[in-house]
């Protein structure tokens, strides 16, 4: 089998990041946009010895687990790359790929992960949309999103993913950026002024922020884009973020406020929130509250334990709990966050929580060191960002041996690492509940409950 070869063959599997898999003459290929049960022709562009990739050609034979995608750019943009499996198979690909992840990468003989709990209307669900404003190929000024795996813009105002409010507020901007002239940022130059138009979404205030992301520390003409913005209903929040760094990262340090206040309100369960443009917040309102509740749960809280809560963010998690508990310790890398988060403990006249800034790995350590016996803890929750924990927090954990721990994960595979590393040390793994915050794409969530062996 070599290049440009057509093949005829069966896709049995989906692999990580949503493509097909099937096996012909001892060969693995895989195939972008193929689905299980899928008979398909393809034509072979890069071969190794053992594997493949190939490009769909032809599907000869439907899979049942197809559905119609109902946007029609799902192709071209990277965001939902299984929109085309039915939701229920969704939900079972993702239990897979968890339990995959426990044995292959954690050594996990048969980890028990529960079926992956699901939402009744899967799609509208984000809370927040990041757009690139740019221009195409005729030089037309467009917002939209990266097609996949490039920085071209698709100009499309309204993923189904999204709110459908995001429309209408991007065309606005749009437009008044037409009138007067203000311009894109060109990431091959670093010329031109707006790079990303931020819009966030309180699920149950109904509030409203947009974020402005330019490159330059004024936004011309910015009273023009308040007059046309400031009516909408629920507009709370108007900010203008400063970014003049080359490169991906969406959002620049600074951030001041154009309307109204520097942030948006939103509830989850009974306890309200404040959320700033650069605070972290789960992007999917209704599973979030799922999600926590599984935390809760696991965390199996009376009213006397202490408990931290490691990359605690806006202290979603740590507010939640500390309902519960006797005291609750959060720590969080970014500044603005745990600024939000000891807001957020006075507006709900929770007193039992005390939040830290720093890097987990070092702030959690140093408290322990200082504070010998009064730091311990009988639950530690740790919600770390993909690429998991650092090995040295991990060991801290271990050492100071809490009861339970409940590990909130974004990445199965960085989860399974450390949950081999917190196994070998001291910990029995109950149970892991997948939970689908991220509809449509091949991201999975997941609520892990720790026990000490001894308990
Ligand atoms: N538990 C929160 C936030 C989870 S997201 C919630 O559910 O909303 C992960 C958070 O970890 C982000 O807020 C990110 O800023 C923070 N973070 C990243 N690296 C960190 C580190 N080394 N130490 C502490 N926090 C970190």
């Not at 096996?23 to 493949?52: N, S």
């Not at 600074?254 to 509830?267: S, V």
């Not at 801290?396 to 949950?419: F, G, H, K, N």
């Not at 149970?431 to 794409?441: A, I, K, L, N, S």
Request: charged share 25%; glycine share 8%.
């Amino acid at each position: 089998m070599k290049k440009d070869d057509i093949v005829t063959l069966t896709i049995d599997d989906i692999g990580t990041n949503g493509e097909g898999i099937g096996r012909t003459e001892g060969i693995t290929l895989f195939i972008k946009d193929a689905l299980p049960g899928d008979m398909v022709r393809a034509k072979i562009m890069k071969m190794k010895k053992t594997y493949g990739y190939a490009r769909l050609m032809e599907i000869l034979k439907e899979s049942t687990m197809r559905t119609t995608p109902p946007c029609p750019e799902h192709k071209r943009c990277g965001g939902c790359q299984i929109q085309a499996l039915s939701y229920g198979s969704q939900l079972k690909f993702k239990e897979n790929k968890v339990c995959n992840n426990l044995k292959h990468i954690g050594g996990f003989e048969n980890p028990k992960v529960l079926p992956t709990l699901g939402m009744q209307e899967p799609y509208r669900y984000r809370n927040k949309a990041q757009f690139p404003v740019g221009y195409d190929k005729e030089g037309n000024l467009v917002a939209g999103f990266f097609a996949s795996r490039t920085h071209n813009i698709i100009p499309v105002q309204d993923c189904l993913l999204g709110k459908e409010g995001n429309g209408r507020i991007l065309s606005l901007i749009l437009d008044t950026m037409k009138s007067y002239g203000v311009s894109a940022y060109d990431e091959k130059t670093g010329k031109g002024c707006v790079r990303h138009i931020l819009i966030r979404y309180g699920e149950k205030t109904k509030e409203w922020m947009v974020c402005f992301v330019i490159n330059g520390k004024k936004l011309p003409h910015a009273e023009s884009f308040i007059e046309v913005l400031k009516d909408l209903p629920g507009m709370t929040s108007i900010t203008v973020n400063i970014n003049e760094a080359r490169g991906n990262v969406i959002l620049g340090e600074e951030t001041y406020t154009l309307y109204g206040q520097g942030y948006i309100t939103d509830y989850i369960g009974t306890i309200s929130f404040q959320i700033s443009p650069q605070s972290f917040y789960q992007v999917n309102p209704v599973q979030t509250e799922v999600l926590y509740n599984k935390a809760l749960e696991y965390a199996n809280l009376t009213g006397e334990e202490t408990v931290w809560d490691l990359y605690c963010g806006i202290g979603t998690i740590s507010l939640f709990l500390a309902q519960k508990a006797k005291k609750v310790y959060g720590v969080e890398i970014v500044p603005q966050a745990i600024a939000d988060a000891k807001e957020n403990a006075l507006r709900n006249h929770i007193s039992n929580a005390e939040f830290f800034v720093g890097k987990a790995e070092e702030v959690y350590p140093a408290y322990c060191a200082a504070h010998g016996e009064e730091a311990r803890a009988e639950v530690i929750v740790v919600d770390p960002p993909r690429k998991g924990c650092e090995e040295s927090l991990l060991a801290m954990m271990c050492e100071m041996a809490p009861q339970r721990i409940v590990y909130v994960s974004c990445d199965s595979a960085t989860l399974a690492r450390d949950l081999k590393y917190l196994c070998s040390h001291g910990y029995d793994l109950v149970e892991v509940q997948p939970v689908d915050q991220f509809g449509h794409t091949v991201h999975v969530e997941c609520v892990v409950a720790l026990h000490r062996v001894d308990m």
